[in-house]
Nanobody, 120 residues
Framework: QVQLVESGGGLVQAGGSLRLSCAAS????????MGWYRQAPGKQRELVAV???????RYADSVKGRFTISRDNAKNTVYLQMNSLKYEDTAVYYC??????????????WGQGTQVTVSS
């Protein structure tokens, strides 16, 4: 079994910062991509940022220059530093990870989500 646990969400004023963390645990052999997605009320879930095991990153245009994704491979943890937050960043943020488990292969796992609310 693999679990992803997010933390760091909360309420912040526009212009402020938050740092999200997501730790993966369980019977993990290897992790390739780790990413952050978000879903606002009435909208589809969208990609925010992704980081590959080699350190390469990709961001949604709406967060470029404001958000930074990073990871600690030794801790199987991915982070999302969010600066200059805007009201439209309000959403539930989910992390996911592409995990290799012995005898099972590659599968994508999701966290339970953490609420980020930005007040205008």
């Amino acid at each position: 079994q693999v679990q992803l646990v997010e933390s760091g969400g909360g309420l912040v004023q526009a212009g402020g910062s938050l740092r999200l963390s997501c730790a993966a645990s369980g019977s993990i052999f290897s992790i390739n991509a780790m990413g952050w997605y978000r879903q606002a009320p009435g909208k589809q879930r969208e990609l925010v940022a992704v980081i590959i095991s080699d350190g390469s990153t990709r961001y949604a245009d709406s967060v470029k220059g404001r958000f930074t994704i990073s990871r600690d491979n030794a801790k199987n943890t991915v982070y999302l530093q969010m600066n200059s937050l805007k009201y439209e960043d309000t959403a539930v943020y989910y992390c996911n990870a592409d995990v290799y488990r012995s005898g099972i292969g590659w599968r994508v796992y999701w966290g339970q989500g953490t609420q980020v609310t930005v007040s205008s």
